[in-house]
Nanobody
């Protein structure tokens, strides 16, 4: 499975971005998908996840109410809509596949990872 994240960029605090992650080489509709982020000097942390059919969503407390994860199985793509961005959201955002189909918060339960897209939020 290959993942390609896109949509990152530079945005002012309070702004919005929409990240996309396109998957290829597998059976996307069966996979759980997650978004993680890693800020400079920090460990990778969970952001959001969605189950194979979109029926279960999970969010980190830091982004709940501001970020929305969704998926389009016809396009083999998962999205992360990010609103009310703050400088604390600055990080490299990566998408990942859980072949078991679940929306897990545990990064060690993800089997494939994309390279990431950089999000920078200025104050």
């Amino acid at each position: 499975v290959q993942l390609q994240a896109s949509g990152g960029g530079l945005v002012q605090a309070g702004g919005s971005l929409r990240l996309s992650c396109a998957a290829s080489g597998g059976t996307f509709r069966r996979y759980g998908m997650g978004w993680f982020r890693q800020a400079s000097g920090k460990e990778r942390e969970f952001v959001a996840a969605i189950s194979w059919n979109g029926g279960y969503l999970a969010y980190a407390d830091a982004v709940k109410g501001r970020f929305t994860i969704s998926r389009d199985n016809a396009k083999n793509t998962v999205y992360l809509e990010m609103n009310s961005l703050t400088p604390g959201d600055t990080a490299v955002y990566s998408c990942a596949v859980n072949i078991g189909g679940t929306a897990t918060r545990n990064r060690y339960e993800y089997n494939y990872w994309g390279q990431g897209t950089v999000v920078t939020v200025s104050s």
